[in-house]
């Protein structure tokens, strides 16, 4: 059984300065994205068969709730 990886997170500082590297790299960036309900935020760069996401937390309250407890 072979594992593929298709999903990369990334727990960074707010906002993900770190992502510039990356397009100064050369990747494209997709657009960012808030989470409502988790607190989180991203920005992400995508591939063919997989992508990178820079994750952060953007609302400490709100990511901690009992609706995101699980996670």
Do not use: Y
């Not at 594992?3 to 990334?10: C, P, Q, R």
């Not at 590297?21 to 657009?31: A, I, K, M, N």
């Amino acid at each position: 059984m072979g594992i593929e990886l298709d999903h990369l997170f990334v727990c960074t500082a707010p906002g993900a300065p770190q992502a510039e590297d990356l397009v100064q790299f050369g990747l494209l960036e997709g657009p960012p994205n808030q989470h409502p309900g988790q607190g989180t935020a991203n920005r992400r760069f995508s591939f063919k068969n997989a992508m990178i996401e820079l994750l952060w937390v953007s609302d400490a309250e709100e990511s901690q709730s009992e609706f995101t407890r699980r996670t």
